[in-house]
């Protein structure tokens, strides 16, 4: 298997546009999460999705920020309209156990520059 | 709401060394999780030990929940081990999680 793919892996957009973020998880992952991680907060989960259904946003750090999972092999993280803060690394995660977060494997992260 | 320490900040070993890294929270946990985050960004989930003892090689952890800490032991390390470790707390219920990061402790293994 290829791993968690995320693309795209670098994106630089200026502020006020569309930022759609993209992960594919592991073939036969039920769990997918997003984190985001940054140099003042750290590292920070924004949501998690099971069998495609979200479960948890409250991390999701306000409503210019959405997820969706259509289907097992694909979801997408947006932000829109984009602001200077939201640069950061994001990352995907995905899993398949009883316990939703034992043994994650992540995505390389897309690195977001808002300006 | 909930804090959560790691020490050391900063840590530098010679290759073979052993170390241990600590994780206190400051309240009742549902689990805790550790990450290496390796100089390249990647990131690895360790171990799910929200109580008890989990060992994977060189690396294990002992997380005692009643006093509110987590150990990540590393013995034999290698420079392959450098980057920074995260331990990450869930607390709440289904719709009311909170998952709270550390601050991370950065470790550099020398050749």
């Known amino acids: 298997d290829a791993g968690v793919i995320q693309s795209p892996r670098h994106e630089v957009t200026e502020m006020g546009q569309e930022v759609t973020l993209r992960c594919k998880p592991i073939?036969?992952?039920?769990?997918l999460f997003w984190y985001r991680q940054t140099m003042m907060r750290g590292l920070e989960l924004l949501i998690y999705?099971?069998?495609?259904?979200?479960?948890?946003d409250s991390g999701m750090p306000e409503d210019r920020f959405s997820a969706k999972m259509p289907n097992a092999s694909f979801s997408t993280l947006k932000i829109q309209p984009s602001e200077p803060r939201d640069s950061a690394v994001y990352f995907c995660a995905s899993s398949f156990a009883g316990a939703p977060y034992d043994e994650q494997y992540f995505g390389p992260g897309t690195r977001l520059t808002v300006t | 709401g909930i804090q959560v320490e790691q020490s050391p900040p900063d840590l530098i070993l010679q290759e073979g060394a052993n170390s241990t890294l600590r994780c206190n929270f400051s309240?009742?946990?549902?689990?805790l999780q550790w990450f290496h985050q390796n100089p390249w960004g990647q990131l690895i989930n360790l171990f799910y030990i929200p109580s008890g003892t989990k060992q994977n090689g060189r690396l294990s952890a002992t997380t005692v929940a009643t006093e509110r800490y987590s150990l990540l032991y590393i013995s034999s390390s290698q420079t392959t081990d450098s980057g920074v470790y995260f331990c990450?707390?869930?607390?709440?219920?289904?719709?009311?999680?909170?998952?709270?990061f550390g601050t991370g402790t950065r470790l550099k293994v020398l050749a």
């Open positions: 073939s036969g992952h039920d769990y």
């Open positions: 990450a707390v869930e607390q709440g219920t289904s719709g009311t999680y909170k998952y709270i």
């Open positions: 999705f099971n069998n495609n259904v979200p479960i948890d």
């Open positions: 309240d009742s946990v549902n689990n």
